[in-house]
């Protein structure tokens, strides 16, 4: 299962051929399933393995000095959210399961081989990375430069439209397994603008949030709202809403 996630992640965004896959299906890898807040990675961690999210959520964040988390990004199945730990000596930010994850983990030694045998795979795993990159730029361009409103916004879009991609979206509805707090330490908000933000999405009817379950009423508002447009993401195909 591990390798047909990766396969089918890859070429969101890359073109792979038959001996390509069949590479792939050769690495091994070890499956471990983490608990909601368990660290997966830890900053300053020197890591030999690249996890890949077979199930759940994870994220990606910096500890602050009093504690609290400020979240750089969410991955879902299939992402390889710590590949460039191929390419850096150690690792600069911690990775954490937001539920209850299963991820595999495929031993750097595997990737490097294959890297050399087929080419192909390494450009397409170093194709995620810049996505990811992407990400990142388009978050601190939504924490500094977009008031509250259109930042919860953003975010919605931008985890609904990846979901999308990645199959995991039902009748409109996403499982999203975020507190408020942890929504507030995304978006860089305290927690009565988290709720005050949320009440305004809701009664304009474009999107609602609670029980950890995400509902988008109205995509096209939403988007509006959250001057969301997904070619940062570089998603070749997206089902239609």
Known sequence: MPHSILVKNLREHSKLADEDVAGIT??????????????????GDVPKAAALVLSGMVSRYH????????????????????????????????????????????????????????????????????????????????????????????????????????????QNRLPLPLSLVQLGEALGMAIATVNRTLLELREERSVDFRDKTLIVIDWEKLSKVGEFDPLYLHVKKNPPL
Do not use: K
């Open 63 to 170: 500890l602050l000095p009093n504690g609290r988390r400020q979240y750089l990004a969410f991955h879902m199945v299939g992402d390889m959210p710590d590949a460039q730990g191929l390419f850096i000596d150690q690792m600069d930010h911690s990775l954490c399961a937001m539920d209850t994850a299963v991820i595999a983990f495929i031993p750097h030694s595997d990737l490097i081989r294959l890297f050399r045998e087929r080419p192909p795979v390494s450009f397409a795993i170093w194709r995620e990375t810049l996505i990811d990159a992407a990400i990142f730029r388009e978050a601190i361009t939504n924490n500094s430069a977009r008031p509250v409103l259109a930042r919860m916004a953003h975010l919605f879009c931008e985890i609904f439209y990846r979901a999308r991609a990645s199959r995991i979206v039902r």
């Open 26 to 43: 050769q690495l091994s890898y070890v499956v471990r399933q983490f608990e909601p807040n368990e660290d997966v990675i830890r900053q």
